[in-house]
């Protein structure tokens, strides 16, 4: 028996969650591996190989790193719980014409939750993973989640989702560290190749990076029937012709492969007139958005008018806001202007290091 519990490690082959589970192991805590089949790449008609932690190999490494410190590894599959909902709903939002989320989505909905039931299952009290966040109890005695300490790794904004009974039975260890010394505690530990070895930031079930040849590959005639859609002007005059707004996201400039003597950006599109709405970068300044779907953590709700610094996407740095309650969430007002609000991506609230909460952006920018 433990001294300090059994914990199921979430294990992706990747050098954090190795780390994560071998330093729970060297702590006392009783550990089992499980690594989380989410997606088959043999079904993706992608160009490119299979990446990131969902491959042969990742299970390997992930298997040989539990048998060699002696601790029991199963391998979960769950394509149906992850397709089911992560991807059609990353398919249903472009269709829609919001920039959805995936990671956001798949924490929130499914990771998480099939862990905890296999934790269950298997007499776990805890379940870990390696991410760079840290979960502590709070005076007033909810879970909270805060900020990793290494804030160029930290990923506090796609878990603003988890609930409060997720977070009080999730371990975090690695959200004390930067990600140097986690290299060299892979090192330390006899795992040079991990220390070494490169991070895919692409979305798992999107191999090549490529997320219309996705959508096109996943939705029967879908380029047939957007196609030939308008870009337009803030005041609806045409501009030119476009591949269907799927293929566009709020901000971008790249890509629009059209010539108007100056630099343009998508500011807003309509998928039900199929028309992409392009501007100057000023247009896409705004200093308010509506949120709805909301997770709450550190508190169970906000006072209206209570500061907190938001983000609007996961590289952000966040910005000085007030958040107001509505029937259907929150209004969040910055005190400047803040560019490239998208809906259907999350807006987190911060409050120093501790998530207040999170949600999905409903309104963006203003036409």
Not at 135 to 150: E, Y
Request: charged share 25%.
């Amino acid at each position: 028996m433990s001294r300090k519990g059994k914990v199921l490690v979430a294990m992706s082959g990747g050098i954090d969650s190795t780390v994560t589970a071998l330093m729970l192991h060297h702590e006392g805590y009783e550990v089992i591996g499980i690594t989380m089949k989410t997606w088959d790449y043999a079904t993706s008609n992608a160009s490119s190989k299979e990446t990131g932690c969902c491959n042969i190999d990742s299970f390997n490494d992930a298997r040989q790193a539990a048998v060699h410190h002696g601790f029991p590894h199963f391998i979960l599959d769950i394509r149906d719980e992850f397709g089911d909902f992560v991807i059609e709903n990353f398919v249903e939002e472009y269709l829609a014409g919001r920039t959805p989320n995936p990671c956001v989505m798949c924490n929130t909905h499914i990771k998480w939750k099939a862990l905890l039931k296999r934790a269950n299952a298997l007499g776990c009290e805890f379940i870990a993973t390696g991410h760079y966040a840290e979960v502590r109890q709070h005076t007033n005695g909810r879970f909270v989640m805060s900020k990793g300490l290494d804030e160029t790794k930290d990923q506090s904004y796609v878990l603003w989702g988890l609930d409060q009974e997720l977070l009080g039975r999730t371990i975090m260890p690695l959200g004390k560290y930067r990600k140097t010394e986690i290299r060299q505690m892979a090192m330390d530990m006899g795992y040079p190749e991990l220390a070494k070895k490169s991070e895919s930031y692409e979305i798992c079930f999107v191999p090549d990076n490529d997320y219309r040849g996705f959508l096109k590959r996943r939705v029967d005639g879908l380029e047939e029937q957007v196609n030939g859609g308008w870009f337009v002007d803030k005041t609806g005059k045409k501009l030119g012709q476009h591949k269907g707004y799927p293929f566009y996201t709020i901000g971008q400039r790249k890509g629009l492969e059209i010539a108007l003597g100056k630099p343009a950006y998508v500011t807003s599109i309509n998928p039900d007139t199929n028309t992409v709405v392009l501007g100057e970068e000023t247009d896409l300044e705004q200093n308010d958005l509506s949120v709805g779907k909301v997770n709450w953590i550190k508190y169970d709700g906000v006072t209206d008018g209570m500061e907190a610094i938001t983000k609007i996407r996961y590289k952000d740095k966040g910005a000085l806001s007030n958040l107001y309650n509505t029937d259907n969430g929150l209004n969040i007002r910055f005190y400047e202007h803040v560019k490239g609000i998208a809906p259907g991506q999350s807006a987190v609230f911060y409050e120093g290091n501790d998530v207040i909460g999170g949600g999905i952006i409903q309104r963006g920018a203003l036409i």
